[in-house]
């Protein structure tokens, strides 16, 4: 399929929304929100719409910065993640998910990682008294549903956009990988890439474990202080969190990240503290989890990442109809 535009950044609105290259990626979009609500609803979870302002948001979110908003004079933020909204919905459900929205003021220098967007959407999925492996269990089922439907609804889509479909084939082909935040460390060491062993995996790092592999793995275990106060740290292995990435192979990077979640009161404000965080900002959530929330474990699966890895294209600001790119003023 040849497009009307062969820049790496977006062009002009109208000149994206036309082009032959967008309408398919669009068509296979639908396709898995399609299979993402099918799959998820068979699961016996119920969608919740998620709130797009709060007076706080994720603040586990490496190197963007969150955005404000004036609600009736008191500074509100946009939504970087809904994980804390996530948690307190399981006091009404035992199963949820969102199509939730995103917004992240992502460092300029993203514009430049294929992987970015300013505004972008994530497919998150909360259960109340999960394990980690039960998480993944359900992202790894939702990934494998999602593959077969797109292969069987839209294969002339992804065909014409260039995508190998026996690369999705294998994606099938068995259970995921698995490795731990420490022999993801010690492989990129091997080689060559200068991975710190006390943070998240780097862009770079992910990209090149991404291309070593052909089916869609998890790394878990990663050191405390790379993540959120929300990850529940390791009572067997002080210093670990009980959470995971799921990276697609073929070089596509993240898909996903998940854990289980803090739910103790003291310990998450032990932890707000250890991680920068002021506990006064967090008045309506602390007081919640005084009164008690489930121990619960869950994950935020990229929309945009997933129809890219689907879709074999470039970018993601190819698969969405609106993009921003890191630093690119947009419509």
Not at 271 to 297: C, F, H, Q
Request: proline content about 7%.
């Amino acid at each position: 399929m040849t497009d009307t535009y062969d820049g790496e950044l977006p062009p002009a609105l109208p000149v994206h929304l036309a082009s032959p290259v967008t309408r398919s990626a669009l068509r296979v979009q639908h396709q898995v929100l399609v299979a993402v609500r099918e799959f998820l609803g068979g699961e016996g979870f119920t969608e919740l719409l998620p709130p797009v302002i709060g007076p706080v948001t994720d603040p586990g979110v490496r190197g963007s910065k969150q955005l404000d908003v004036d609600y009736y004079g008191h500074r509100y933020k946009l939504m970087t993640s809904g994980i804390l909204y996530k948690q307190a919905s399981l006091l009404g459900f035992s199963k949820i998910f969102y199509i939730a929205p995103n917004v992240r003021a992502e460092p300029v220098e993203t514009c430049s990682t294929r992987r970015h967007l300013a505004e972008f959407h994530q497919i998150d999925v909360e259960l109340a008294g999960a394990t980690r492996a039960q998480a993944q269990g359900v992202a790894e089922r939702l990934v494998t549903h999602v593959v077969k439907h797109v292969l069987a609804t839209v294969p002339g889509e992804l065909t014409g956009l260039g995508r190998d479909l026996t690369d999705l084939a294998d994606v099938l082909a068995g259970a995921f990988g698995r490795m731990t935040h420490a022999a993801a460390v010690t492989r990129l060491h091997d080689l060559g890439h200068p991975q710190s062993p006390d943070a998240e995996i780097d862009w770079e790092g992910e990209e090149l474990l991404s291309r070593k592999a052909s089916q869609p793995f998890f790394v878990d275990d990663y050191p405390k202080g790379s993540r959120g106060f929300y990850d529940r740290e390791a009572t067997s292995e002080p210093g670990i969190l009980r959470n995971f990435d799921l990276l697609a192979p073929g070089g596509f990077g993240e898909l996903a990240s998940g854990s289980e979640r803090e739910s103790d009161y003291a310990r998450i404000v032990t932890r707000m503290r250890e991680t920068g965080e002021n506990p006064a900002k967090y008045g309506w959530y602390l007081d919640m989890v005084r009164e008690g929330i489930p121990a619960s474990a869950g994950f935020g699966l990229g929309l945009e990442r997933l129809v890219r890895f689907l879709t074999g294209l470039d970018a993601v600001w190819r698969v969405n109809a609106y993009p921003k790119v890191p630093g690119l003023v947009a419509p």
